[in-house]
Protein backbone atom coordinates (compact mmCIF):
# COMPACT_ATOMS: atom_id res chain seq x y z
CA UNK A 1 0.00 0.00 0.00
CA UNK A 2 1.33 3.42 -1.04
CA UNK A 3 1.00 6.47 1.35
CA UNK A 4 0.70 10.02 0.41
CA UNK A 5 1.05 13.35 2.16
CA UNK A 6 -1.75 15.34 2.73
CA UNK A 7 0.24 18.68 1.92
CA UNK A 8 1.24 16.78 -1.89
CA UNK A 9 4.45 17.96 -1.79
CA UNK A 10 6.75 15.02 -0.74
CA UNK A 11 7.00 11.98 -2.84
CA UNK A 12 4.98 9.32 -1.71
CA UNK A 13 5.98 6.44 0.20
CA UNK A 14 5.37 2.75 1.55
CA UNK A 15 3.86 1.58 4.70
CA UNK A 16 7.35 1.30 6.26
CA UNK A 17 8.79 4.46 5.84
CA UNK A 18 5.58 6.06 6.55
CA UNK A 19 5.21 4.37 9.81
CA UNK A 20 9.05 5.01 10.61
CA UNK A 21 9.02 8.93 9.40
CA UNK A 22 5.97 9.27 11.04
CA UNK A 23 5.24 12.72 9.30
CA UNK A 24 6.22 13.54 5.64
CA UNK A 25 9.01 15.68 4.83
CA UNK A 26 6.77 18.37 3.65
CA UNK A 27 5.09 18.05 7.28
CA UNK A 28 1.44 16.49 6.10
CA UNK A 29 0.01 13.84 7.35
CA UNK A 30 -0.11 10.30 5.60
CA UNK A 31 -3.12 8.88 3.82
CA UNK A 32 -3.04 5.55 1.77
CA UNK A 33 -3.47 5.86 -1.65
CA UNK A 34 -6.53 3.64 -2.32
CA UNK A 35 -9.09 2.58 0.29
CA UNK A 36 -10.67 -1.42 -0.39
CA UNK A 37 -14.13 -2.13 0.81
CA UNK A 38 -14.80 -5.14 2.44
CA UNK A 39 -16.95 -7.58 0.68
CA UNK A 40 -20.78 -8.11 2.12
CA UNK A 41 -19.91 -11.81 2.32
CA UNK A 42 -17.06 -10.66 5.86
CA UNK A 43 -20.10 -8.82 7.41
CA UNK A 44 -22.90 -11.60 7.06
CA UNK A 45 -20.14 -13.88 8.83
CA UNK A 46 -18.20 -11.60 10.79
CA UNK A 47 -19.97 -12.92 14.43
CA UNK A 48 -18.04 -16.12 13.46
CA UNK A 49 -14.77 -14.91 13.59
CA UNK A 50 -12.41 -14.66 16.03
CA UNK A 51 -10.60 -10.86 17.35
CA UNK A 52 -7.60 -11.36 15.27
CA UNK A 53 -9.16 -12.76 12.13
CA UNK A 54 -11.51 -9.78 11.91
CA UNK A 55 -8.25 -7.60 12.84
CA UNK A 56 -6.01 -8.95 9.98
CA UNK A 57 -8.90 -8.59 7.56
CA UNK A 58 -9.35 -5.01 8.20
CA UNK A 59 -5.94 -3.99 8.16
CA UNK A 60 -3.96 -6.29 5.75
CA UNK A 61 -4.69 -4.28 2.78
CA UNK A 62 -2.89 -1.40 4.83
CA UNK A 63 -0.18 -3.13 4.91
CA UNK A 64 0.40 -5.11 2.15
CA UNK A 65 3.58 -5.48 0.65
CA UNK A 66 5.13 -5.03 3.93
CA UNK A 67 4.65 -7.23 6.37
CA UNK A 68 4.10 -11.43 5.57
CA UNK A 69 1.26 -12.45 6.13
CA UNK A 70 2.47 -14.64 9.54
CA UNK A 71 4.28 -12.07 10.71
CA UNK A 72 0.98 -9.49 10.74
CA UNK A 73 -0.78 -12.09 12.57
CA UNK A 74 1.63 -12.59 15.06
CA UNK A 75 1.54 -8.63 15.55
CA UNK A 76 -2.27 -8.35 15.75
CA UNK A 77 -2.12 -11.87 18.63
CA UNK A 78 0.43 -9.78 20.35
CA UNK A 79 -1.52 -6.64 20.05
CA UNK A 80 -4.91 -7.63 20.37
CA UNK A 81 -4.69 -10.38 23.91
CA UNK A 82 -6.53 -8.36 25.85
CA UNK A 83 -10.41 -8.33 26.04
CA UNK A 84 -13.20 -5.76 24.78
CA UNK A 85 -16.36 -5.86 26.40
CA UNK A 86 -19.67 -4.53 25.59
CA UNK A 87 -21.58 -3.60 28.35
CA UNK A 88 -24.87 -2.27 28.52
CA UNK A 89 -25.69 0.96 30.51
CA UNK A 90 -29.32 1.76 29.45
CA UNK A 91 -32.06 -0.73 26.63
CA UNK A 92 -30.43 2.08 23.94
CA UNK A 93 -27.28 2.46 25.01
CA UNK A 94 -23.70 0.39 25.78
CA UNK A 95 -20.42 1.69 26.90
CA UNK A 96 -16.78 -0.24 24.94
CA UNK A 97 -14.47 -0.92 27.39
CA UNK A 98 -11.36 -0.16 25.52
CA UNK A 99 -9.34 0.05 28.75
CA UNK A 100 -8.38 -3.73 29.42
CA UNK A 101 -4.79 -3.48 28.43
CA UNK A 102 -1.62 -2.99 30.57
CA UNK A 103 -1.80 0.60 30.55
CA UNK A 104 -5.49 0.80 31.20
CA UNK A 105 -6.10 3.03 28.03
CA UNK A 106 -7.59 2.92 24.33
CA UNK A 107 -4.29 3.94 23.52
CA UNK A 108 -2.36 0.51 24.28
CA UNK A 109 -3.89 -1.52 21.18
CA UNK A 110 -2.04 1.50 18.30
CA UNK A 111 1.02 1.87 20.75
CA UNK A 112 1.87 -2.05 21.12
CA UNK A 113 0.36 -2.78 17.15
CA UNK A 114 2.85 0.34 16.07
CA UNK A 115 6.05 -0.97 18.45
CA UNK A 116 5.70 -4.25 16.84
CA UNK A 117 5.54 -3.15 13.34
CA UNK A 118 8.68 -0.85 14.07
CA UNK A 119 10.44 -3.58 15.83
CA UNK A 120 9.76 -6.03 12.61
CA UNK A 121 11.31 -3.24 10.55
CA UNK A 122 14.33 -3.16 12.46
CA UNK A 123 14.95 -6.38 12.66
CA UNK A 124 14.58 -7.06 8.85
CA UNK A 125 16.70 -4.36 7.66
CA UNK A 126 19.16 -4.27 10.63
CA UNK A 127 18.51 -0.21 10.44
CA UNK A 128 19.46 2.54 12.41
CA UNK A 129 18.68 3.17 15.77
CA UNK A 130 14.86 5.03 15.67
CA UNK A 131 14.07 7.29 18.73
CA UNK A 132 10.54 7.85 19.41
CA UNK A 133 9.41 11.34 20.40
CA UNK A 134 6.49 11.47 21.68
CA UNK A 135 4.17 14.88 23.74
CA UNK A 136 1.67 13.20 25.90
CA UNK A 137 -1.56 15.08 27.48
CA UNK A 138 -1.94 12.12 29.46
CA UNK A 139 -2.46 8.14 28.11
CA UNK A 140 0.07 8.45 24.91
CA UNK A 141 2.80 8.37 27.51
CA UNK A 142 1.80 5.30 28.99
CA UNK A 143 0.54 3.24 26.29
CA UNK A 144 4.12 3.90 24.15
CA UNK A 145 6.32 3.59 27.04
CA UNK A 146 4.80 0.46 27.25
CA UNK A 147 4.00 -0.85 24.35
CA UNK A 148 7.64 -0.06 22.72
CA UNK A 149 9.56 -0.93 26.31
CA UNK A 150 12.64 -3.49 25.60
CA UNK A 151 12.08 -3.57 21.66
CA UNK A 152 15.77 -3.32 20.20
CA UNK A 153 17.15 -1.02 18.66
CA UNK A 154 14.26 1.75 19.62
CA UNK A 155 14.63 5.01 21.79
CA UNK A 156 11.40 6.38 23.26
CA UNK A 157 11.93 9.99 24.60
CA UNK A 158 8.51 11.14 25.94
CA UNK A 159 7.48 15.19 26.99
CA UNK A 160 4.68 15.66 29.22
CA UNK A 161 3.33 19.36 31.07
CA UNK A 162 4.27 19.05 34.47
CA UNK A 163 1.42 18.54 36.73
CA UNK A 164 -0.92 18.44 33.81
CA UNK A 165 -1.31 14.72 34.19
CA UNK A 166 -2.76 12.46 36.67
CA UNK A 167 -0.56 10.60 39.29
CA UNK A 168 -1.25 7.45 37.29
CA UNK A 169 -0.53 8.65 34.41
CA UNK A 170 2.69 10.08 35.78
CA UNK A 171 4.09 6.77 37.13
CA UNK A 172 3.32 4.60 34.00
CA UNK A 173 5.33 7.05 31.92
CA UNK A 174 8.01 7.41 34.16
CA UNK A 175 9.02 4.31 35.85
CA UNK A 176 9.93 1.96 33.09
CA UNK A 177 13.36 2.79 32.03
CA UNK A 178 15.64 0.85 29.91
CA UNK A 179 14.81 2.39 26.79
CA UNK A 180 12.50 4.77 28.07
CA UNK A 181 12.78 8.61 29.10
CA UNK A 182 10.54 10.85 30.69
CA UNK A 183 11.22 14.63 30.17
CA UNK A 184 8.99 16.81 31.97
CA UNK A 185 8.08 20.18 30.38
CA UNK A 186 7.45 22.92 32.47
CA UNK A 187 4.36 23.93 30.11
CA UNK A 188 0.94 22.80 29.06
CA UNK A 189 0.54 20.06 26.62
CA UNK A 190 0.49 22.49 23.10
CA UNK A 191 4.54 23.55 24.57
CA UNK A 192 5.03 19.73 24.33
CA UNK A 193 3.97 18.88 21.19
CA UNK A 194 4.76 22.36 19.72
CA UNK A 195 8.96 21.42 20.83
CA UNK A 196 8.54 17.80 19.14
CA UNK A 197 7.14 19.57 15.97
CA UNK A 198 10.34 21.77 16.21
CA UNK A 199 12.69 19.02 16.56
CA UNK A 200 11.29 16.43 13.68
CA UNK A 201 12.21 20.17 11.57
CA UNK A 202 15.66 20.24 13.17
CA UNK A 203 18.48 19.16 10.98
CA UNK A 204 20.76 19.59 13.91
CA UNK A 205 18.98 16.96 15.39
CA UNK A 206 17.37 15.04 12.03
CA UNK A 207 20.96 14.92 10.42
CA UNK A 208 21.98 12.65 13.67
CA UNK A 209 18.80 10.57 14.39
CA UNK A 210 15.99 9.35 12.82
CA UNK A 211 13.20 10.57 14.79
CA UNK A 212 9.60 9.30 14.37
CA UNK A 213 6.71 10.07 16.27
CA UNK A 214 4.33 7.66 17.95
CA UNK A 215 1.13 9.94 18.22
CA UNK A 216 -2.09 9.02 16.45
CA UNK A 217 -0.36 10.97 13.44
CA UNK A 218 1.19 7.98 12.64
CA UNK A 219 -0.62 5.58 10.28
CA UNK A 220 0.99 2.32 12.42
CA UNK A 221 -1.11 3.90 15.25
CA UNK A 222 -3.72 5.16 13.72
CA UNK A 223 -5.52 2.54 11.70
CA UNK A 224 -5.43 -0.40 14.57
CA UNK A 225 -7.75 1.64 15.91
CA UNK A 226 -10.31 0.64 13.28
CA UNK A 227 -10.33 -2.38 15.34
CA UNK A 228 -12.57 -1.16 17.93
CA UNK A 229 -15.56 -0.54 15.90
CA UNK A 230 -15.71 -3.30 14.10
CA UNK A 231 -15.34 -6.02 17.62
CA UNK A 232 -18.31 -3.57 19.23
CA UNK A 233 -20.00 -4.05 15.50
CA UNK A 234 -19.63 -7.96 16.52
CA UNK A 235 -20.93 -8.00 19.70
CA UNK A 236 -23.97 -5.49 18.49
CA UNK A 237 -25.14 -7.04 15.31
CA UNK A 238 -27.77 -9.16 16.43
CA UNK A 239 -29.40 -6.05 17.56
CA UNK A 240 -30.60 -5.20 13.72
CA UNK A 241 -30.31 -1.07 15.26
CA UNK A 242 -28.48 1.52 13.17
CA UNK A 243 -25.69 1.85 15.69
CA UNK A 244 -24.15 5.43 16.56
CA UNK A 245 -20.40 5.79 18.00
CA UNK A 246 -19.51 8.49 19.86
CA UNK A 247 -16.03 9.01 20.69
CA UNK A 248 -14.58 11.02 23.38
CA UNK A 249 -11.66 13.20 21.05
CA UNK A 250 -9.09 15.31 21.92
CA UNK A 251 -6.30 14.49 19.06
CA UNK A 252 -9.04 13.17 17.07
CA UNK A 253 -7.25 9.87 16.07
CA UNK A 254 -9.65 7.52 17.25
CA UNK A 255 -13.16 8.65 15.58
CA UNK A 256 -11.04 9.21 12.22
CA UNK A 257 -10.26 5.98 12.49
CA UNK A 258 -13.63 5.02 13.11
CA UNK A 259 -14.64 6.91 10.18
CA UNK A 260 -11.85 5.03 7.85
CA UNK A 261 -13.89 1.91 9.38
CA UNK A 262 -16.98 2.99 7.91
CA UNK A 263 -14.89 3.68 4.63
CA UNK A 264 -14.02 0.42 4.27
CA UNK A 265 -17.66 -0.85 4.39
CA UNK A 266 -18.88 -1.13 8.51
CA UNK A 267 -22.06 -0.43 8.52
CA UNK A 268 -22.13 2.64 11.46
CA UNK A 269 -25.00 5.17 10.68
CA UNK A 270 -23.45 8.03 12.52
CA UNK A 271 -20.32 9.51 14.31
CA UNK A 272 -20.77 11.97 17.35
CA UNK A 273 -17.52 13.94 18.17
CA UNK A 274 -17.52 14.74 22.07
CA UNK A 275 -15.35 17.04 23.11
CA UNK A 276 -14.55 18.79 26.91
CA UNK A 277 -14.21 22.85 26.52
CA UNK A 278 -11.64 22.29 23.92
CA UNK A 279 -14.11 22.44 21.31
CA UNK A 280 -12.45 23.31 17.97
CA UNK A 281 -14.43 20.13 15.89
CA UNK A 282 -17.87 21.01 17.52
CA UNK A 283 -17.26 24.92 16.40
CA UNK A 284 -16.35 23.48 12.81
CA UNK A 285 -19.06 21.45 12.89
CA UNK A 286 -21.61 24.36 13.89
CA UNK A 287 -19.89 27.10 11.89
CA UNK A 288 -17.73 25.89 8.90
CA UNK A 289 -14.57 27.64 10.51
CA UNK A 290 -12.03 26.15 11.68
CA UNK A 291 -10.38 28.00 14.62
CA UNK A 292 -7.26 26.37 16.41
CA UNK A 293 -6.74 27.70 19.98
CA UNK A 294 -4.74 26.78 23.17
CA UNK A 295 -6.10 23.97 25.40
CA UNK A 296 -7.73 24.76 28.14
CA UNK A 297 -7.24 21.91 31.18
CA UNK A 298 -10.32 20.11 32.16
CA UNK A 299 -10.81 16.60 34.27
CA UNK A 300 -10.59 15.03 30.86
CA UNK A 301 -7.47 15.91 30.32
CA UNK A 302 -5.98 13.57 27.41
CA UNK A 303 -8.61 15.48 25.55
CA UNK A 304 -6.93 18.90 26.36
CA UNK A 305 -6.22 19.49 22.40
CA UNK A 306 -6.40 22.77 21.09
CA UNK A 307 -5.43 22.08 17.55
CA UNK A 308 -6.46 18.12 16.55
CA UNK A 309 -4.05 16.25 14.41
CA UNK A 310 -6.40 14.36 12.96
CA UNK A 311 -8.94 16.74 12.09
CA UNK A 312 -7.48 17.29 8.27
CA UNK A 313 -7.97 13.40 7.60
CA UNK A 314 -11.15 13.94 8.66
CA UNK A 315 -11.88 16.40 5.96
CA UNK A 316 -9.78 14.18 3.28
CA UNK A 317 -12.45 11.04 4.29
CA UNK A 318 -14.93 13.65 3.14
CA UNK A 319 -13.03 15.40 0.77
CA UNK A 320 -13.97 18.68 1.86
CA UNK A 321 -17.47 17.87 1.27
CA UNK A 322 -18.89 19.72 4.81
CA UNK A 323 -22.38 18.84 3.90
CA UNK A 324 -21.69 15.05 3.95
CA UNK A 325 -19.42 15.48 6.35
CA UNK A 326 -22.01 16.78 8.38
CA UNK A 327 -24.51 14.07 7.91
CA UNK A 328 -21.64 11.49 9.58
CA UNK A 329 -20.62 13.16 12.13
CA UNK A 330 -22.12 15.39 14.73
CA UNK A 331 -20.04 17.26 17.47
CA UNK A 332 -20.79 18.60 21.01
CA UNK A 333 -19.26 20.23 23.93
CA UNK A 334 -19.26 19.53 27.55
CA UNK A 335 -17.58 21.75 30.86
CA UNK A 336 -16.25 19.78 34.13
CA UNK A 337 -19.36 20.20 35.63
CA UNK A 338 -21.21 18.59 33.00
CA UNK A 339 -19.32 15.90 33.47
CA UNK A 340 -19.09 15.06 36.93
CA UNK A 341 -22.97 15.27 36.38
CA UNK A 342 -22.81 12.25 33.78
CA UNK A 343 -20.72 9.66 36.11
CA UNK A 344 -23.06 10.38 39.07
CA UNK A 345 -26.17 9.82 36.34
CA UNK A 346 -24.16 6.93 34.61
CA UNK A 347 -23.46 5.16 38.02
CA UNK A 348 -27.63 5.81 39.11
CA UNK A 349 -28.84 4.68 36.83
CA UNK A 350 -26.51 1.17 35.67
CA UNK A 351 -24.07 1.23 38.81
CA UNK A 352 -21.32 1.80 36.24
CA UNK A 353 -18.57 3.65 37.02
CA UNK A 354 -17.39 5.63 34.29
CA UNK A 355 -14.41 7.78 33.88
CA UNK A 356 -14.32 11.39 32.79
CA UNK A 357 -13.61 10.82 29.07
CA UNK A 358 -16.35 7.79 29.03
CA UNK A 359 -18.81 10.11 31.01
CA UNK A 360 -17.94 13.25 28.08
CA UNK A 361 -18.58 10.33 25.45
CA UNK A 362 -21.76 9.44 27.35
CA UNK A 363 -23.14 13.05 27.04
CA UNK A 364 -22.69 13.60 23.47
CA UNK A 365 -24.33 10.11 22.63
CA UNK A 366 -27.46 10.90 25.09
CA UNK A 367 -27.81 14.29 23.00
CA UNK A 368 -27.63 12.37 19.65
CA UNK A 369 -30.33 9.72 20.79
CA UNK A 370 -32.77 12.31 21.81
CA UNK A 371 -33.13 13.40 18.15
CA UNK A 372 -33.05 9.58 17.00
CA UNK A 373 -34.96 7.31 19.59
CA UNK A 374 -34.81 4.54 17.22
CA UNK A 375 -31.25 4.19 17.01
CA UNK A 376 -28.96 2.14 19.02
CA UNK A 377 -25.90 4.18 20.60
CA UNK A 378 -22.17 3.13 21.82
CA UNK A 379 -19.88 5.54 23.67
CA UNK A 380 -16.47 4.36 23.77
CA UNK A 381 -14.99 3.98 27.51
CA UNK A 382 -11.39 5.12 26.19
CA UNK A 383 -9.77 4.79 29.83
CA UNK A 384 -9.89 2.93 33.50
CA UNK A 385 -11.77 5.22 36.04
CA UNK A 386 -8.59 4.38 38.29
CA UNK A 387 -6.69 6.48 35.83
CA UNK A 388 -8.95 9.56 37.33
CA UNK A 389 -8.89 8.20 40.82
CA UNK A 390 -9.59 11.87 42.51
CA UNK A 391 -12.48 12.98 39.65
CA UNK A 392 -13.96 9.68 40.08
CA UNK A 393 -13.86 8.93 43.47
CA UNK A 394 -14.44 12.66 44.66
CA UNK A 395 -17.93 13.20 42.21
CA UNK A 396 -19.60 9.53 42.96
CA UNK A 397 -18.63 9.02 46.86
CA UNK A 398 -17.10 5.53 46.42
CA UNK A 399 -13.68 3.44 46.26
CA UNK A 400 -12.26 2.39 43.09
CA UNK A 401 -10.82 -0.94 43.36
CA UNK A 402 -7.26 -0.78 41.94
CA UNK A 403 -6.56 -3.66 39.71
CA UNK A 404 -3.24 -5.60 40.29
CA UNK A 405 -1.35 -4.47 37.12
CA UNK A 406 -1.54 -1.03 38.23
CA UNK A 407 -0.61 -1.57 42.06
CA UNK A 408 2.70 -2.62 40.93
CA UNK A 409 3.47 0.61 38.24
CA UNK A 410 2.00 2.86 41.58
CA UNK A 411 5.18 1.26 43.95
CA UNK A 412 8.12 2.16 41.73
CA UNK A 413 9.96 5.27 41.87
CA UNK A 414 9.67 8.31 39.71
CA UNK A 415 12.62 9.19 37.29
CA UNK A 416 12.41 12.42 34.78
CA UNK A 417 14.64 14.64 33.41
CA UNK A 418 13.37 18.19 33.93
CA UNK A 419 13.48 20.52 30.99
CA UNK A 420 12.02 23.61 30.61
CA UNK A 421 12.19 25.08 26.51
CA UNK A 422 13.34 23.62 23.22
CA UNK A 423 17.01 24.26 23.47
CA UNK A 424 16.90 21.82 26.68
CA UNK A 425 15.31 19.11 24.39
CA UNK A 426 17.93 19.89 21.96
CA UNK A 427 20.92 19.61 24.15
CA UNK A 428 19.44 16.32 25.48
CA UNK A 429 18.86 14.28 22.12
CA UNK A 430 22.37 15.12 20.69
CA UNK A 431 23.54 14.22 23.88
C1 LIG B 1 -6.06 9.99 23.94
C2 LIG B 1 -7.32 9.86 24.68
C3 LIG B 1 -8.53 10.34 24.18
C4 LIG B 1 -8.59 11.10 22.87
O1 LIG B 1 -8.32 10.29 21.76
P1 LIG B 1 -7.94 10.95 20.37
O2 LIG B 1 -7.68 9.82 19.46
O3 LIG B 1 -6.72 11.78 20.62
O4 LIG B 1 -9.09 11.79 19.96
C5 LIG B 1 -9.69 10.13 24.89
N1 LIG B 1 -9.68 9.50 26.07
C6 LIG B 1 -8.54 9.03 26.60
C7 LIG B 1 -8.59 8.36 27.93
C8 LIG B 1 -7.34 9.17 25.93
O5 LIG B 1 -6.23 8.70 26.46
Avoid at 31 to 47: A, D, G, M, T, V
Avoid at 199 to 208: K, M, P, Q
Avoid at 252 to 270: K, Q, V, Y
Wanted: glycine residues 6%.
Amino acid sequence: MIYYSLNKKSTSTEFPEAVVRGIAPDRGLYFPEKIHRLPSSFFENIENMSIPEIAFNVIEPFVKGSIPEKELRNIIEETLDFDFPVVPITDQIATLELFQGPTLAFKDVGARFMARCLGYFNKKNNAQKVTVLVATSGDTGGAVANGFLGVPGIEVVILYPKGKVSKVQEQQLTTLGENITALEVNGVFDDCQDMVKTAFLDESITNNKQLTSANSINVARWLPQMFYYFIAYRTLKKQNKSLVFSVPSGNFGNICAGLMAREIGLPIDHFVASTNINDVVPEYLQTGIYTPKKSSPTLSNAMDVGDPSNFIRILKIFENDFDLLKETLSGYCFTDADTREALKEIHEISGYVADPHGAVGYLGLKKHLKKHPDKYGIFLETAHPVKFLDTVEETLDLKVEIPDRLKETLSKTKNSISIKDYEDLKAFLLS
